[in-house]
């Protein structure tokens, strides 16, 4: 919704062409990755492991996904956190 007000402020518009080129594209940098589910869920918590350490995080609320584009693949975490663990 949000990113729909700003294409139009900026007089853009995403057509279904260029948005199931996009999903292509990402289809094909993951399978070219061979990152599998089970791979991405071992990840997953491994990382909640290691930040349940220093803060409190809502575990439901987590998202782990890669994101790719034409030269590179980041990896994103979003968690809610909770609070800090005082030491």
């Given amino acids: ?34 990152v599998s589910d089970e791979v991405l869920d071992s990840l997953k918590h491994d990382i909640i ?5 220093y803060f409190e995080i809502d575990t439901r609320g987590i998202s782990l996904d890669i994101d ?3 030269e590179s693949s980041s990896l ?6 909770l609070s800090a663990i005082r030491r």
């Fill in 49 to 53: 492991e290691v930040i349940s350490r």
């Fill in 1 to 34: 919704m949000f990113n729909d007000l700003i294409q139009k402020l900026r007089g853009t518009k995403t057509t279904s062409s260029q948005a199931a080129k996009k999903r292509l594209k990402f289809a094909i940098v993951y399978d070219n990755l061979e």
């Fill in 76 to 81: 994103v975490l979003n968690t809610p956190i």
């Fill in 68 to 70: 790719r584009s034409d």
